[in-house]
């Protein structure tokens, strides 16, 4: 089941994103006593983050009737760059610096990939955390993506071998011109066995490559956005109206 929703403008994508994310924990957490979200780097959920740490802010101040049980929620990412964790390009730090340093998630629940590691073994061992945390199936309740202007999602590029793994959940691989080469990224098998996938997407740079990806002809070695189709869970795509703007 896929849909895409289009907001006015990228405040109000973060905006509708960040209560959509808030709403689904708060029904996970009600389902099954916990709400188990992997992040994405880039700008465009960047604002979204800001967004949540601000919800989180009047939330607790009762201000906004937003508020979550902090404790039952469990932050993974679905890629890193193999940089130290306070590096300026780490999605570690992007989701801590905007967000996860102003909420109460205790930092037990934060499952970040060791980028400082040698990448196979930083995959190794988050591949080993994410069996620990969900047994035989990673069914993340969210996976949060971005669309980059190449059509790559996660760390997941065109042309690489990694959009043909099948076994495992996590892999380590260093692509040729793309800043940070080595990367750990989420494969097909782990993002589609999310209960909700969302990609974040704003701006005309990404229009032509959103058109592509939507409608065009299905192509994942090319256009890797395109191999996220959860089996069982749901797909949405949160759109500005500049990155719309051709659909
Ligand atoms: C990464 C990201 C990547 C990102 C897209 C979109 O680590 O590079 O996870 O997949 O989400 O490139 O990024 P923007 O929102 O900045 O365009």
Not at 174 to 202: D, K, M, Y
Request: glycine residues 8%; contains cysteine.
């Amino acid at each position: 089941m896929s849909a895409i929703k289009t907001h006015p403008d990228a405040n109000s994508l973060a905006h509708a994103a960040a209560t959509h994310i808030m709403a689904l924990a708060e029904a996970a957490i009600a389902a099954h006593d916990h709400f188990s979200i992997a992040l994405s780097g880039g700008s465009t959920p960047r604002a979204t983050y800001e967004r949540l740490a601000l919800y989180t802010r009047l939330g607790a101040q009762g201000e906004v009737p937003l508020t979550l049980d902090w404790g039952r929620v469990h932050v993974f990412w679905g890629d890193e760059r193999c940089v130290p964790p306070d590096d300026a390009a780490s999605n570690y730090r992007l989701a801590h610096d905007a967000w996860l340093e102003h909420t109460p998630i205790p930092p037990g629940n934060v499952h970040r990939i060791r980028g400082e590691l040698d990448p196979e073994r930083a995959a190794d061992e988050y591949e080993a955390e994410l069996r620990a945390f969900f047994g035989p199936t990673p069914r993340f309740d969210l996976i949060l993506l971005g669309l980059g202007e190449d059509g790559h999602t996660a760390s997941l590029f065109p042309g690489t071998a990694a959009l043909h793994e099948t076994a495992r959940w996590v892999v380590a691989h260093c692509v040729a011109g793309v800043p940070q080469p080595w990367r750990v990224t989420l494969t097909p098998p782990a993002l589609n066995a999310a209960a909700n996938v969302i990609f974040l997407v704003a701006g005309a740079g990404k229009a032509a490559r959103l058109k592509q990806v939507l409608q065009g002809t299905l192509q994942p070695d090319v256009l890797p956005a395109q191999i996220v189709q959860p089996g069982v869970g749901r797909l949405l795509w949160l759109v500005d109206v500049a990155a719309a703007s051709l659909l």
